[in-house]
């Protein structure tokens, strides 16, 4: 039992360059999040996913895309990529939306946008 | 909005030593609140959580009780451990269910 995983674990990029992160839980679970981690400032919410084919913008979605592929997969696309999207970006899972659950976390993926 | 504030590190300790890490949150309704750990390189982990008010939630002897009255989720533990060393943040999830508001991360240091 994987839990969530994450690919790639690092990942260096140009600014204007595009990249997807690829997120996949085998846990069942119906919610999907993507996180941004920034230094001093916790994690913040940039798209979620409460169920297969919903999803919604979270507190800072701007210069993001997301698609929830199937229940087990989410990802993370960056159309073009900027220096301010440098970040560690965690991929998160619940049972559900709607009740105090549980969010898990993956490893993680560190990005520099160079 | 919903935000959460918790103290700022690093907090360096003494193993043995008693850990209070300070947590103050705002929100509207019955928010859930959460600690996770951030050990070094690795994601987050869940360490403890309260649903209501009054709720005290407990893992591995870390303890942090839900009061309403004074909007806040304390983390405290007895006695640390050298492997406690980890960032600590404090998180809550809005009524809605769909969003987890988490505070800065504090740092603790435990020397042997």
């Known amino acids: 039992n994987a839990g969530v995983t994450q690919t790639p674990k690092f990942q260096v990029l140009k600014t204007g360059q595009s990249m997807t992160l690829q997120c996949a839980q085998d846990?069942?679970?119906?919610?999907m999040y993507w996180y941004r981690q920034d230094p001093g400032m916790g994690l913040r919410l940039i798209y979620y996913?409460?169920?297969?084919?919903?999803?919604d913008k979270g507190e800072v979605p701007n210069g993001y895309n997301v698609s929830r592929l199937n229940k087990r997969e989410f990802s993370l696309r960056l159309e073009s990529a900027a220096p301010s999207q440098t970040s560690v970006y965690f991929c998160?899972?619940?049972?559900?939306?709607?009740?105090?659950?549980?969010?898990?976390f993956g490893p993680g993926t560190r990005l520099t946008v160079l | 909005g919903d935000s959460v504030t918790q103290m700022e590190g690093p907090v360096t300790l003494s193993e043995e030593a008693f850990l209070t890490i300070n947590c103050t949150y705002t929100?509207?309704?019955?928010?859930?609140l959460f600690w996770y750990v951030q050990y070094p390189g690795e994601g987050l982990q869940l360490l403890l959580k309260a649903t209501k008010a009054d709720d005290k939630g407990s893992n591995k002897g870390f303890e942090a009780t839900y009061r309403k009255e004074t909007t806040s989720f304390h983390l405290e533990k007895g006695s640390v451990q050298v492997s406690d060393s980890a960032v600590y943040f404090c998180?809550?999830?809005?009524?809605?269910?769909?969003?987890?508001?988490f505070g800065g991360g504090t740092r603790l240091m435990v020397k042997p």
């Open positions: 929100a509207t309704g019955y928010p859930s």
């Open positions: 846990m069942n679970h119906n919610s």
């Open positions: 998180a809550l999830l809005n009524n809605a269910g769909n969003m987890l508001t």
């Open positions: 996913s409460a169920s297969e084919g919903t999803t």
């Open positions: 998160a899972s619940s049972g559900q939306t709607g009740r105090a659950d549980t969010q898990y």
